[in-house]
């Protein structure tokens, strides 16, 4: 099984709102990423999580929280977003730099988020 | 971090044409990786090929980690094939991955 799964598929919110994406692998990966990306645009890394803890900040405003609640399971806590945050964001797995085998990355097929 | 670069950013072929798509990168590598992104978003996973080369179907990948680049070869082109193939690598010091701007590629019938 190399399925990444994310939930939900479109999610529409106001500014006021507070919203969380939710992602689940069941590989065994140690290392789970989240990535945005606009149209016409490649994925733009925001967070790495290894090993549960958060190794990787790149950057991305506070108003994005990411959470790993086991290694199974990643989150990204919205809240107060902004128009121009409407974009598709993805979450991938991989075995991460420790492993000495394959790092291959597996990607879930996204949200669709659009901030009204 | 890494630097990746696709060419050409842009790519029209005729069905049945042959096409060939580069990614360079700017230090070693312990993941290189080539994606088909479908209308719907998906990513959907080509080769992963650090080093070497792969086949499968009509489409092949070389990986020469020494010299820094990956060649994505696409060979009797269908209409299918159109869309967005991005690169994507991991350097040997952290876990990020990054991905190049990609080449969008269409396969007029």
């Known amino acids: 099984d190399t399925e990444v799964t994310q939930t939900p598929k479109h999610l529409v919110m106001g500014m006021t709102n507070k919203k969380s994406l939710k992602c689940e692998q069941h590989m065994g990966h140690r290392a789970m990423y989240w990535y945005k990306q606009k149209a016409k645009k490649p994925p733009e890394l925001m967070f790495v999580?290894?090993?549960?803890?958060?190794?990787i900040n790149e950057s991305v405003p506070s108003r994005f929280s990411p959470e790993c609640p086991n290694s199974s399971l990643l989150n990204l806590h919205l809240h107060a977003l902004q128009p121009e945050d409407s974009a598709l964001y993805l979450c991938?797995?991989?075995?991460?730099?420790?492993?000495?085998?394959?790092?291959?990355?597996?990607f879930g097929q996204g949200t669709r988020l659009t901030v009204v | 971090g890494i630097q990746v670069e696709q060419s050409p950013p842009d790519l029209i072929l005729q069905e049945g044409a042959n096409s060939t798509l580069r990614c360079n990168f700017s230090d070693s590598v312990n993941n290189l990786q080539w994606f088909h992104q479908n209308p719907w978003g998906q990513l959907i996973n080509l080769f992963y090929?650090?080093?070497g080369t792969k086949q499968n179907g009509r489409l092949s990948a070389t990986t020469v980690a020494t010299e820094r680049y990956s060649l994505l070869y696409i060979s009797s082109s269908q209409t299918t094939d159109s869309g967005v193939y991005f690169c994507a690598a991991k350097g040997n010091r952290d876990d990020k991955i990054i991905f190049g701007k990609g080449t969008r590629l269409h396969i007029l019938p």
């Open positions: 991938a797995s991989s075995q991460g730099t420790v492993a000495r085998g394959r790092s291959e990355a597996f």
């Open positions: 090929i650090p080093s």
């Open positions: 999580y290894s090993y549960e803890k958060l190794s």
